[in-house]
């Protein structure tokens, strides 16, 4: 299995949606699933690794599967 390891956040970040928000955004911006463009898109990456996501809910496989 290839499991996503994220950072460890404090209870204190949670408290601050847009900052933890941020994260997430800019890890999807790093592997170019969204861009911004006065605001935020999803690209046709992003897109396929929605369809590879959903393709593998039932299979723990399935994104890994596809992008390897």
Do not use: C
Not at 17 to 35: Q, S, V
């Amino acid at each position: 299995h290839s499991r996503h390891s994220f950072p460890t956040r404090r209870s204190s970040d949670l408290q601050n949606p847009r900052l933890f928000a941020g994260y997430f955004l800019g890890e999807l911006e790093r592997i170019d699933a969204m861009e911004w463009a006065d605001a935020w898109h999803v690209t046709e990456r992003g897109l396929d690794l929605l369809e590879a996501l959903r393709d593998g809910e039932d299979d723990e496989s399935g994104v890994a599967a596809k992008e390897a």
